[in-house]
């Protein structure tokens, strides 16, 4: 799987639109790209999964340029049940096969009031 | 649907004991992993059911660590003789029939070693 490289940390306040930026310069022409989120004391939690351009769903909206050099997670109107680990993954399964996800060290984000 | 279910969410033992972590996956699912977080690291992927043989268990660290999937269903993680290292949060996660299909973490068993 590719290697990705996101921010250790963000802060933002409640209301606020969050955007986190994931780098995977050696992504794969079959790979795709994949988020998940980790609330305090839970699991993993899948939210959203792209090829290119934008896809949106009820969670996060997923931006990804032309060259799919990085990727950039959107949480709009953040709130304080947003503060989690998000997680960028790239692999070559629509679903990024749970077999060996490699999660790496995530973003920790934190929502202030 | 229930989802993936973990028991216990919290246990302590001495080094040197045997502690056995449970998953029941979410029903119908005939995938099964296992994956942990030791302290200071990152989620590492431990090993994989399918139904009840061992797919992949590439990621087990060593010897003291025995899972089982008799059955089919609910599958146990056993660590004998427990080491400090153990230390950390085992989770399970389970997904549907087949490849590639999306992958539901249970909340995890924090495991204390001291």
């Known amino acids: 799987l590719a290697k990705t490289t996101q921010p250790i940390s963000m802060d933002s306040y409640e209301g606020q639109e969050v955007n986190i930026t994931c780098s995977h310069n050696?992504?794969?022409?079959?790979?795709?790209i994949t988020w998940y989120q980790q609330f305090p004391s839970q699991g993993p939690r899948f939210i959203i999964q792209?090829?290119?351009t934008k896809v949106t769903n009820e969670v996060a909206s997923l931006f990804i340029p032309a060259d799919r050099k990085s990727s950039t997670l959107s949480l709009p109107r953040v709130s304080l049940s947003d503060t989690a680990v998000y997680y960028c993954l790239v692999g070559d399964a629509f679903y990024s096969s749970a077999s060996k996800i490699i999660f790496g060290s995530g973003t920790r984000l934190s929502i202030r009031p | 649907e229930a989802g993936v279910t973990q028991f216990p969410s919290h246990s302590v033992i001495e080094k040197g004991q045997t502690v056995t972590l449970r998953c029941d996956p979410i029903?119908?699912?005939?995938?099964l992993y296992w994956y942990r977080r030791v302290m200071g690291k990152e989620i590492k992927f431990l090993l994989h059911f399918v139904k009840e043989s061992k797919q992949d268990e590439s990621g087990m660290p060593n010897n003291r660590f025995l899972a089982e999937r008799t059955g089919g269903t609910y599958s146990t993680l056993k660590v004998q003789p427990a080491e400090l290292e153990d230390s950390g949060v085992y989770f399970c996660?389970?997904?549907?029939?087949?490849?590639?299909?999306?992958?539901?973490f249970g909340q995890g068993t924090r495991l204390t070693v001291v």
């Open positions: 050696n992504i794969a022409t079959n790979d795709y």
């Open positions: 996660a389970s997904s549907r029939p087949g490849a590639n299909t999306e992958a539901f």
């Open positions: 029903s119908g699912h005939d995938n």
């Open positions: 792209g090829y290119k």
